[in-house]
Nanobody
């Protein structure tokens, strides 16, 4: 069964950093574009960033610029979301999603598989 597993979430204080991981199981992540989304309490799921199969990056939200970055390590079948200077508004469940093609729009139906999410809470 194909799975995407996110990890690295947790409780941090404002201004701190976290690095989330997304690992593929029974899925060759090298063949997929990997996107990161988040869903805050009471809000819809919003796209943040996508990294293409060749490493090209596309952002869905201006808010990620200067604070968030994405990377991938095909040898580890993993992708990452580095988040710096976290603020309480960043509190959400963070998801990775993949599409076996180039980075699409942030329309959720365009993605082939989703992870179960990892909780990030930013609070003092």
């Amino acid at each position: 069964q194909v799975q995407l597993v996110e990890s690295g979430g947790g409780l941090v204080q404002p201004g701190e950093s976290l690095k989330l991981s997304c690992v593929g199981f029974k899925l060759n992540l090298e063949l997929y574009a990997v996107a990161w989304f988040r869903q805050a309490p009471g809000k819809g799921r919003e796209g943040l960033f996508c990294i293409g199969r060749g490493g090209g990056r596309m952002y869905y939200r201006d808010l990620v610029l200067g604070r968030f970055s994405v990377s991938r390590d095909n040898a580890k079948n993993a992708a990452y979301l580095q988040m710096n200077a976290l603020q309480p508004d960043d509190t959400a469940v963070y998801y990775c999603a993949v599409r076996q093609a180039a980075c699409p729009t942030e329309e959720k139906s365009e993605f082939d598989y989703w992870g179960q999410g990892t909780q990030v809470t930013v609070s003092s």
